[in-house]
């Protein structure tokens, strides 16, 4: 919920904290203000100026030569390429000298050879979002009303010298999501009263009822539904305060009519419609649910195929909105509208959440059906927007209203004592200072001694039981008044379990080879579920997922990896490395909780190394992200134990992929993605890993041991190997390993060759061998024994012959 400073003030008198304190305030009562917005904090030099004349640019095809009065005496020349802008228009000019958004300053220069003071602005350069900038503005400047004063700060005009607080309010604060459900709060924190909207309507000759009649068929559904009717409206932009109003809130102007309920949507919280009622084509409202397959063109020109669980508002025959997410194009209000119709209705919250749903349409209107409204203030929402409609659009509003109602209201009561109180929150509070928080809620109660029978208001809902209010109590007091106390008895301190331990070095030595650590959602989609994954599992799906993208708990950590890749090279970052130790989730059988097991990956892409000074640069390949992995294995003191098999696995490439396998078990792979995959993802070039973290940290190591720096030589033999081009490295390494016994103390591979010179179907692939025995000097013949070994072992294993 975005909160305008200043038009939280018209409803409870904050002059008295600046939105920086009141934010604060807000956040210690338990509703966590996220960030404040200063829109013109950094800009100046911003005003009202006048355009006296606008002539064609001499060198330009669409700029355009204009003298505007800025209020300093003569008129400045400003060109500007807007093509709105005309002569008698009243604009915002940004003075030479002046700031914009992004902090951009702006100066007198030459623009094809013309001189230019200053510039005539959008909203868009002014940091307005261009989706909430109305529509015949989107595309060039916007033009302030006539009676604009001329040299007046343009600023304090658009209200852009406000603050505007953003609420993250939990769904059980749905009294929040209303200007005065805000002051209500506001009000309780400060202690101050709230100051309602006044609505005076003008009686009118013409009742509402001879012009429209109401009935409901599932009453469940629609236990109160209310219809007004507005003649002679015109329709127009909004005034200027109202649009700078929806904007600060997130909301693009349309019109006086259709700006005044989305107003009282943000003032009361109350959704409201408005109905084209020429266009309506009866004089009836039939409240019903659909029918299966019939269809609806909704307001954003969709054509939607509606179910029986789906409620609409119809003409007595066809649809004309659907019920709390979206009215319908065939009774939208347009220009040449005269007469309103307008809704103003109770809808149950699971129906409307339906539909919202399966249509994929989460409207302002709809997230508060969702949350909760409060009843009791359909009606004074409807008599408010009216009021407005009949001032700004001219409108007379016809005597009564027109309602179907079977919506019965329990008043809720809760009685608590202040002994009770204090037990449950550990505090010494005075019945004055329970009786005091209870006003400053404006919660009406009857205090009997120490109890309290507290009255909870419509508005909130959320409060039934006791806890409740004990809760509010807390808030009220403050959390940071409450007293604290540690528990009795001895204290142990604590520490890192192994595991634990093994996990930080993980981090460190992935930190240290350059990558960043990334945490991704656990839920993913159908699409995805399956791609990459080391173990099957069938998918375990949510019951009710906020979305398509996040239904079903992961099998692999790669899928969310790449689509944080392709977030940055989209942004222009095209050098990616990134890891994320986290769980996945593998079924054990429908209604059994799901195995949880720890995962690392990683992916990487773009420049390993780059050192322009030195003019080094070192491109993510295969063998960088191996390497990688092997600094990390030999630090848990597992490399021994690691070996490399090629691998095809769904979703990397056939040719640079390789499972990894400790004693001889797979923990996971190494590779490439595949090309088919990342045009899934919209990347390039991506290595990538995923590793059974808890296999891999769980394997016993043997403790370190330290051994004698040798102060015997080695001796190191080389050799090429001519083999069949299938067999790989580390076939043959393994072999050598075996066949070299105590004296072969390191293998290493130095080259791999295929060409003209050795026979198709061949390769070539170097060994150095080196031999040591730390008690002696070895001699020639000793290592050639062994050595002479080694390449028998080869021969007969692998089929290898030296390389002549």
Known sequence: MLVSYKWLGSYVDVSDVTPEELAEKITRTGIEVEGIEQKGATMKNIVVGHVLTCIDHPNSDHLHLCQVDIGEGEPVQIICGAPNVAAGQKVIVAKPGARIGGNVKIKKGKIRGEISNGMICSLQELGIEGKVVPKEYADGIYVLPEDAKVGSDALALLNMDDSVLELSLTPNRADCMSMIGV?????????????????????????????????????????????????????????????????????????????????????????????????????????????VGEKIITLDDAERTLTSEHLVITNGQEPVALAGVMGGANSEVTNDTSTILLESAYFDSHVIRKASKDHGLRSEASSRYEKGIDPLRVREASERACALIAEIAGGEVLDGMVVHETLNIEPVTVTIERAKVNQFLGTNLSVETVANILARLQFPYKQDGDAFVVDIPSRRWDITIKEDLYEEIARLYGYDNIPKTLPDGAQTAGGLTPYQKKRRIVR?????????????????????????????SAPIKLAMPMSEEHAILRLSLLPHLLDAVAYNKARKNDHVALFETGAVFISQGENIQPKEREHLAGVMTGLYVNHPWQGEKRVVDFYVVKGILEALFEKLQVHSRIRYEKANIDGMHPGQTATILLNDETIGFVGKIHPNMEKQYDVKNVFAFELDLEQLLNTETAPLAYEAIPRFPSISRDIALIVDKEKSAGELEQIITEAGGKLLKEVKVFDVYQGDKVEAGKKSVAFTLTYLDPERTLTDDEVTKVHEKVLAALHEKAGAELRK
């Open 508 to 536: 460190e030595i992935l930190e240290g080879a350059g990558l960043n650590q990334a945490v991704t959602y656990s839920l993913t989609s159908e699409e995805k579920f399956a791609h990459f994954t080391l173990e099957k």
């Open 183 to 291: 002051a209500y709060e506001t009000a309780a924190i400060l202690g101050k009263k709230v100051k309602l909207p006044k609505i005076t309507l003008a009686p009118s000759g013409e009742k509402a009822s001879d012009y429209i009649s109401v009935k409901v068929d599932t009453p469940e559904d629609a236990p109160l539904y209310t219809a007004k009717v507005i003649k002679n409206v015109k329709i127009g932009p909004s005034p200027l305060w109202l649009q700078t109003k929806l904007m600060a809130a997130g909301i693009r102007p349309h019109n006086n009519v259709v700006d005044v309920t989305n107003f009282i949507l943000l003032e009361y919280g109350q959704p409201l419609h408005a109905f084209d009622y020429n266009r309506l084509g009866s004089k009836e409202i039939l409240v019903r649910r659909a029918k």
